[in-house]
């Protein structure tokens, strides 16, 4: 009999794991039974929120073959870091290989790879295990892009003719971990860290809702990167000095401003454009995502800080800094916005809802690996184009093993 409960197991107990954990109150018929960090303070602390919210009875495990093998975990959420994707994969699989454990689906992070061998990698690794797959990108999730697709495609596009233009940004201050800063372990800077939601986002905007991606065709990629704030000498010092003294964003800097244009064909040859924006220099209240959909008589367009939420502390408010109102909070005092639900209004919870049923029903969910990898190739596109100084045929000769330069550790536009 097939179950009717979902024993998940996550791996990397970090930040992301906890957005996941705490979007589980409102995802139905799965628990979370078990965490795998190497870090076993991080562990400990995730399967703490995990019992506390009441959505599992998270154990920790010594290793990702140990959690597999153990028979209530039947789906793997993997959010580990980017270095680590491939062998956290390899170790699943030849788990399940070896006769340990029985698994229906794993989900997967973004971005799926650090570059397209990797993604391709992901891809080949969950097909030889036969396992269903969920590419893990909230933002075609969150209700407001859902919501708003919907209503557009139903009225404006039906009558009047489909959307041809979408614009998606993500920016923010800055990561809150070394590693996301440092090009080979993450595989990039802002461009492959958040691009990825926003060319995910504009292209599912720009799908007629129920239609497969293959209705849009990329052609052509052009793309512009920088490192506008970092590499200064008092920003990069401030790397320098909350990573030990690794990171060296004056010798080894990565982007932290990046835009792109991807131009797709329709099915009936129309022109259909994808602008997006990102950054890690933007100081406002916190992260902020915009969108737009725009169409011969109408637009949509979605703000997260234009939220419905404000408070104001005045000056003699002198609190702690804390990211109690919006992810990447930069102030406490003020006029501030806060996103009041931001595991749903991002969209880990309905996220979260689908892979758990499409793994309960033995379907792909309808974001997977594929989209995943189809990702990786147009910022993998971005980057030569952004680095070639030129726009770019998709997909441009030499994709399936470029590696950009500051994934090498030796982009620096101030040198150039
Ligand atoms: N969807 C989103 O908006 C979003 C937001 C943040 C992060 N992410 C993605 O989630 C992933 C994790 O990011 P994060 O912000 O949680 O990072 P993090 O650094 O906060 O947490 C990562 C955790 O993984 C653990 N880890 C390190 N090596 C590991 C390994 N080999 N196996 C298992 N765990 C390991 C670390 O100890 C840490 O606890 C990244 O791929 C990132 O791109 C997605």
Redesign the pocket.
């Known amino acids: 009999m097939k179950k009717k409960t979902l024993g998940v197991g996550i791996?990397?107990?970090?930040?992301?794991?906890r957005f996941h954990i705490r979007s589980w109150a409102g995802v139905r018929d799965a628990d979370i039974m078990a965490i795998?960090?190497?870090?076993k303070k991080?562990a400990e602390e995730a399967a703490g929120i995990v019992r506390k919210l009441n959505v599992g009875a998270a154990k920790t495990y010594k290793s990702i073959s140990d959690m597999v093998a153990d028979p209530k975990i039947d789906a793997i959420w993997i959010?580990?870091?980017?270095f680590?994707r491939i062998?956290?994969m390899e170790e699943i699989v030849h788990a399940l290989e070896a006769g340990k454990g029985d698994l229906s689906g794993v989900c997967c992070?973004?971005?799926l790879g650090r570059n397209v061998m990797e993604a391709r990698r992901m891809l080949e690794l969950v097909r030889k295990a036969k396992l269903l797959d969920g590419y893990?990108e909230?933002q075609v999730f969150a209700p407001a892009v859902v919501r708003g697709r919907a209503i557009v495609w139903a009225r404006g596009a039906t009558l009047t003719g489909r959307p041809y233009l979408a614009r998606a940004s993500e920016e923010h201050s800055g990561p809150?971990?070394p590693?996301f800063w440092e090009g080979p372990l993450q595989g990039g800077g802002v461009l492959n860290?958040m691009m990825c939601?926003s060319v995910e986002v504009a292209r599912f905007l720009l799908t007629p809702p129920g239609a497969p991606r293959g209705v849009l065709t990329a052609v052509k990629v052009s793309a512009y990167a920088s490192c506008l704030k970092w590499q200064n000498p008092e920003y990069a010092k401030i790397l320098r000095d909350q990573s030990g003294g690794k990171t060296d964003y004056l010798q080894r800097p990565a982007e932290d401003f990046a835009r792109s244009l991807i131009e797709y064909k329709d099915e009936k040859g129309n022109v259909i454009v994808v602008e997006t924006t990102t950054s890690w220099c933007y100081v406002g209240a916190g992260l902020r995502l915009s969108m737009e959909l725009l169409g011969p008589e109408y637009a949509l367009q979605i703000n997260s800080l234009d939220a419905g939420l404000k408070v104001f502390f005045s000056r003699k408010v002198k609190g702690k800094a804390g990211e109690d109102l919006v992810e990447k909070q930069n102030a406490e005092v003020g006029l501030m916005p806060v996103v009041a639900d931001e595991e749903n209004e991002y969209g880990y919870q309905a996220e979260d809802r689908h892979m758990v049923q499409s793994f309960l029903k033995g379907v792909r969910p309808s974001e997977n690996f594929d989209d995943g990898l189809n990702v990786t190739e147009l910022l993998m596109a971005a980057y030569m184009s952004a680095e070639r100084e030129k726009t770019l045929p998709f997909p441009p000769p030499g994709l399936a093993n470029f590696v950009p330069a500051v994934a090498k550790g030796t982009w620096n536009p101030k040198k150039a």
């Open positions: 791996i990397g107990g970090g930040f992301v794991a795998y960090d190497p870090d991080r959010c580990a870091p980017n680590a062998e956290v992070e973004k971005p893990l909230n809150h971990m590693w860290d939601h």
